[in-house]
């Protein structure tokens, strides 16, 4: 299908070799305006650690719910089928609730949901919780990818999406690396368990991070709104 769209550039810009030269000018222009706009930066920073600890506990998620909690294969695999259904149904629920919700209030309503999926399944014992935890986790990253995409694509300049999105994911897989390797160690010596629960409970105090950032910053903007409102109101000619 992409084959088929249509060529629209009538003439391409010459692009630079990749070499350490420009790496050096990528992160000076990704330098600049996190500093110029320090709010973007971070709720950026605070999704994409979210991500590598959800890819990090993710890598336990077989053997967690197969040695743990000691379901079969088949009943893993509803699980797995489950969390699918999640994320179908969270992008229909998504595809309204946009309508009605900020962007803001999107994200904090998709990591704070989403931590607490992961923090269902970790405590669970059985088939019925662990599937009802993957099930929520998935509907609510539709939430929490959606609003994110959206306020990145509307808060970053477009000569500059390529180059964050590229350091940030850039980082975002070291850490992801790291980490993954951290808790297969750790969970040789101690047990798979705990290292899912620390997961778990580590993107909850992100997620909590995430969504009192997002909320000042919604509440500052109404404020805000509201002064620009008297303001106008106040120099209208009586």
């Known amino acids: 299908l992409t084959l088929l769209l249509p060529d629209e550039e009538e003439e391409r810009e010459k692009q630079?070799?990749?070499?350490?030269?420009?790496f050096k000018k990528d992160v000076a222009l990704v330098g600049r305006f996190s500093a110029a706009f320090p709010y973007v930066a971070f709720i950026s920073l605070?999704?994409?650690?979210?991500?590598?600890?959800?890819?990090a506990t993710d890598s336990l998620e077989a053997a967690f719910a197969t040695t743990v909690i000691g379901l079969t294969e088949g009943e893993y695999g509803v699980i797995v089928s489950?969390?699918?259904?999640g994320i179908l149904v969270g992008s229909f629920v998504n595809a309204w609730l946009i309508h009605h919700l900020s962007l803001l209030r999107l994200m904090s309503i998709g990591a704070?949901?989403?931590?607490?999926?992961?923090?269902?399944?970790?405590f669970s014992n059985m088939f019925a919780s662990a599937f009802v935890g993957c099930f929520t986790l998935s509907f609510a990253l539709a939430f929490l990818n959606a609003g994110f995409l959206t306020f990145y694509q509307n808060s970053v300049p477009v000569h500059l999406i390529g180059r964050m999105s590229s350091m940030l994911t850039f980082?975002?897989?070291?850490?992801?690396?790291?980490?993954?390797?951290?808790?297969?160690?750790?969970?040789?010596?101690?047990?798979?368990?705990?290292?899912?629960?620390?997961?778990?409970?580590?993107m909850t105090?992100?997620?909590i991070v995430f969504g009192g950032v997002n909320f000042q910053a919604v509440r500052a903007q109404f404020y805000l709104n509201r002064e620009r409102k008297e303001k106008n109101s106040a120099?209208?000619?009586l």
Request: overall charge negative; some cysteine.
């Open 16 to 22: 630079d070799s990749l070499s350490f030269a420009m």
């Open 46 to 55: 605070l999704f994409h650690l979210m991500m590598v600890l959800m890819t």
């Open 82 to 85: 489950g969390a699918g259904g």
């Open 112 to 122: 704070v949901i989403t931590s607490l999926g992961y923090l269902l399944f970790s």
């Open 171 to 202: 980082i975002e897989s070291l850490l992801v690396l790291f980490f993954t390797v951290c808790f297969g160690w750790l969970a040789e010596m101690f047990s798979i368990r705990l290292l899912v629960v620390i997961g778990a409970c580590s």
């Open 205 to 207: 105090l992100l997620a």
């Open 235 to 237: 120099s209208k000619p």
